[in-house]
């Protein structure tokens, strides 16, 4: 874990001048005043274009940015009490690399991006993400990552989206049910809500430590899950299961809601979390959804594109997926990040990264070993490969092709060094992300 407290990290001089210019003041919260977290709390809803959150909603979104790094930007004159008119907030949490179990990256995970509707489209956003990046990248945080509300966003501050992750959806009465071997062996209970978060927790804490992309959860998150928080209009119909192998310990866990149809007598599932850490209790949470008497049609999202469901029910063509872009990163510190992991296999290129914000621009060589273990030095000789920081934070965890974004001319190399990249980068898991953010 990394020792530094994002908390501590001073509001970035440039983007404080450059919205000073426009009269803006912009800096780092105190949510430990219950004044500033309820108008940071209120801010971040209406730019989510949440309901307005009354005192129970903010005293649970306080319980959370209370441990991070929140920025305001404020009106001039702005009351005590003022909405800002624009927010972020950040923290540093481990991101699982390819390695060996526990192998993490230092990330500078940013959330809460809004701006308001009526301060929209003069720059603010520009000036919140660059603080960031400059800000983590002077405190020696290797590699920001956030999820997106909108593809379109973030590339330009050199994002790339990382993580793709399945979006499912089954139609569980034409999908001829889930038949599980004998020998599994699991058996699955419901949960009441109090215990449900606690398994989510446990089961998240262990599964992200081999789930190469995944980061730490954080407790609200998971009490939100099981049904606990008081604004969620959903809370009452959270329903949660375990699976447990015959020692008697809990191996995965279900958290999901019941949609009840309208026009005929049943329910659409759908999964609010699945995880879990042996196949055998993934198979058994799956077959209890899918099997689930009086179910239409199952919907799971952020599930990894290798998840075996297709290849559990009866009948494939019942699982409609559909993938799409969830976790993107954003390199900082090149060396750090490519040796942070290990390897599939030796490779042996020169990188020129663009970075147009100047951070993580440069030309390096990257040698892997025949253990996998990569070493990377500056160089200046002639580059093999030629990328911008986007497409590296994309490829620098294999969940994305180096030879599809050869192919979109993303990365400029010979077809043979794009699929010696592919065969060192690639993982023979796909890398996902559980939690949006
Ligand atoms: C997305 C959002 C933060 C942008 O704020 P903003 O202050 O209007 O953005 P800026 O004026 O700094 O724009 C910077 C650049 O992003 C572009 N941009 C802004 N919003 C965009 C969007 N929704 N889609 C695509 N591009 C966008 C601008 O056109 C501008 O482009 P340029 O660099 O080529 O000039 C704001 O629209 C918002 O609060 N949206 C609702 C909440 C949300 O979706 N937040 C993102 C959470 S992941």
Redesign the pocket.
């Given at each position: 874990m990394h020792s530094l407290d994002a908390r501590t990290v001073p509001a970035d001089p440039h983007a404080q001048q450059r919205l000073q210019a426009s009269g803006l003041d912009y800096r780092v919260v105190d949510a430990t005043d219950p004044v500033a977290a309820r108008a940071f709390a209120r801010a971040d809803a209406r730019?989510?274009l949440d309901p307005e959150p009354d005192d129970a909603a903010v005293a649970r979104a306080r319980e959370t940015v209370i441990d991070r790094r929140n920025i305001g930007v404020f009106a001039p004159g702005a009351a005590p009490d003022a909405l800002p008119v624009?927010t972020v907030n950040s923290w540093i949490t481990p991101m699982t690399v390819p390695g060996a179990p526990g192998a993490h990256l230092p990330m500078w995970a940013i959330s809460s991006?809004?701006?308001s509707a009526t301060?929209?489209?003069?720059?603010?956003?520009?000036n919140l993400l660059e603080g960031e990046l400059r800000a983590a990248g002077a405190a020696g945080v290797p590699v920001a990552g956030?999820?997106?509300?909108?593809a379109?966003?973030y590339g330009?501050y050199g994002f790339g989206a990382a993580l793709p992750v399945a979006r499912l959806q089954v139609d569980a009465r034409r999908a001829g049910g889930i038949a599980l071997p004998a020998s599994d062996r699991v058996t699955v209970e419901y949960l009441e809500p109090e215990a449900l978060a606690t398994a989510l927790d446990a089961v998240h804490e262990r599964t992200r430590l081999t789930r190469v992309g995944d980061i730490a959860g954080w407790p609200e998150r998971w009490r939100r899950m099981a049904g606990l928080a008081p604004d969620d209009e959903k809370a009452r119909a959270v329903r949660g299961v375990r699976a447990i192998d015959p020692a008697g310990t809990t191996r995965g866990v279900l958290a999901y809601t019941l949609d009840e149809l309208r026009d005929d007598f049943g329910a659409d599932l759908r999964v609010r979390h699945l995880d879990a850490e042996t196949p055998e209790a993934l198979r058994a949470l799956w077959a209890f959804a899918v099997n689930h008497d009086l179910i239409r049609t199952v919907h799971a999202d952020l599930r990894a594109v290798d998840d075996p469901l297709p290849w559990l029910v009866a009948n494939q063509r019942a699982v409609q997926t559909a993938v799409h872009d969830h976790g993107w990163l954003r390199v900082l510190d090149v060396p750090a990040v490519l040796r942070s992991r290990t390897y599939r296999a030796p490779l042996d290129v020169v990188l020129r990264v663009a970075d147009p914000l100047g951070i993580a621009d440069g030309s390096w060589r990257l040698r892997v070993d025949a253990d996998g273990v990569g070493d990377v030095q500056s160089t200046h000789v002639a580059p093999d490969v030629e990328l911008g920081v986007g497409a590296l934070g994309s490829l620098c965890l294999g969940g994305v092709s180096a030879p599809a974004l050869h192919a979109a001319g993303r990365l400029a190399a010979t077809a043979e060094v794009a699929s010696a990249w592919e065969n060192a980068f690639g993982l023979p898991v796909a890398p996902s992300l559980s939690i949006w953010y």
């Open positions: 730019g989510f624009a991006v809004t701006v301060h929209r489209r003069r720059g603010i956003a520009r956030l999820t997106a509300t909108e379109t966003i330009r």
